[in-house]
Structure formats: structure tokens, C-alpha cells
């Protein structure tokens, strides 16, 4: 069966730290892979989004970049963070070219102070 | 790009009442997902409609999808606290690449 996995589940980074979250999936190959952003009690926003390695689409300008070094693995990185990047972020993925369901990861939650 | 409008954004309700939401958007869509976030999770996938007027049940739970593939709701009867949580409606933007958009959510407050 697939699962995925995203770590760390929280954290708290000071404003103009660096951010890394991670993401991996298992038990499937060549999956679509997604980061979404959720701001407290808000819907979700997507920012990136990826159908193979090394082919990411960005969805928002912003202050984050996305990677995906690997079919399985899907990587959230920012040099230096805002205040505005506080929220709950969401790694995805679905099975490629068909519009199916998407299977979320538990979910990591950022705070900066 | 796609984007697709949900109402309302809140709704409390007494225990045994029933709760819709409902989620519209200006163009036909191919399809359409639902999702439920229970507070402090992670969204779950509940039902994709994909045809013109279809109904889908689940249990107290009734999707529907307009016949003009423009709208859907998700209805539940006799709401139960277990009902509590965030319902998103999903839809796959122009390209074909499994970029899924979700509606702003309905949030569902249930009282005992």
C-alpha cells in the first residue's frame, strides 16, 4: 500500500532562518507531488506542484522554492523566512495523468516568531 | 486559472440538523472532489463526482453534481458531532497535470 510520509510534524524558526521540510512517498512510482499552504482557518493554497524529477511548477511567487531530487521525495525550502510563512504545510501526492484523489501527509506546521 | 467559489464559510448547526455546502464555479467542470479536514488534521478525500445531475450517498452524506457541471453540494443529514471538520471542494485546473484547486471550505460546528 502507499503511504507518505512529511517531517518534521512542527517547528518554530526565527524570521530570516532557513527552512527545509521534507517529504517522501512509498509504494507508488512517478507520482504527482504537491505542497500546499494553510493559513489558520483558511482554505488551502497550492504552491507547488511536480509531475517528474526536477519539474516543478510554482503557483505563487513567493518566498519558498520546491525540489524534487528524487521520483519519490519532494523537498520545501526557504533561505530565509518571513513572518508571513507561519502556517500549516501540506505535502501531497496522486497518481500521475489521472485526475484522482490526492493523498495528503499529516501535515507540518510552522511557526515564526 | 480555475478557480472555484464555496459558501458558506461557516456553519453552526444544533446536533440533528442537517448542514449543506456548496461549492460553484464559472466554467464546466470535468470533475469534482470533496474532502473533509477534521481540526488539526490533514484533508481527506471523500467522493469524486464525474457526470452531469450525478448523486453519490455515503451514509448520512449526499453529493451532487449539477447538470451543467458548473456547480455541487455536499449534504448531511441529521448532523452528529463526529461531523465536525472543514469540507473542500476540489477541481482540476486547465492543464492536464493532476494540479488540484480547492475551494475555500465550509467549516462545520456542531452543538451537542
Known amino acids: 500500500s502507499q503511504t507518505i510520509h512529511q517531517w518534521p510534524a512542527t517547528l518554530v524558526q526565527p524570521v530570516g532562518s532557513p527552512l527545509s521540510l521534507e517529504c517522501t512517498v512509498e509504494g507508488t512510482s512517478n507520482p504527482n507531488l504537491y505542497w500546499y499552504r494553510q493559513a489558520a482557518g483558511r482554505g488551502l493554497q497550492l504552491l507547488f506542484y511536480?509531475?517528474?524529477?526536477?519539474?516543478i511548477s510554482s503557483e505563487v511567487p513567493q518566498n519558498l522554492s520546491a525540489s524534487r531530487p528524487q521520483d519519490r521525495q519532494f523537498i520545501l525550502s526557504s533561505k530565509k523566512l518571513l513572518l508571513s510563512d507561519s502556517g500549516f504545510y501540506l505535502c501531497?501526492?496522486?497518481?500521475?495523468?489521472?485526475?484522482?484523489?490526492?493523498?495528503f501527509g499529516e501535515g507540518s506546521r510552522l511557526t515564526v516568531l | 486559472g480555475q478557480q472555484v467559489m464555496q459558501i458558506p464559510q461557516y456553519q453552526h448547526v444544533q446536533e440533528g440538523e442537517d448542514f449543506t455546502t456548496y461549492c460553484n464555479s464559472s466554467?464546466?467542470?470535468?470533475?469534482i472532489q470533496w474532502y473533509k479536514q477534521r481540526p488539526g488534521g490533514h484533508p481527506v478525500f471523500l467522493i469524486q463526482l464525474v457526470k452531469s445531475g450525478e448523486v453519490k450517498k455515503q451514509k448520512r452524506l449526499t453529493f451532487q453534481f449539477g447538470e451543467a457541471k458548473k456547480n455541487s453540494s455536499l449534504h448531511i443529514t441529521a448532523t452528529q458531532t463526529t461531523d465536525v471538520g472543514t469540507y473542500f471542494c476540489a477541481v482540476h485546473g486547465s492543464s492536464n497535470t493532476g494540479k488540484l484547486i480547492f475551494g475555500q471550505g465550509t467549516t462545520l460546528q456542531v452543538k451537542p
Open positions: 466554467t464546466t467542470l470535468s470533475n
Open positions: 501531497a501526492w496522486s497518481r500521475l495523468g489521472i485526475t484522482g484523489e490526492l493523498f
Open positions: 511536480s509531475v517528474g524529477i526536477g519539474q
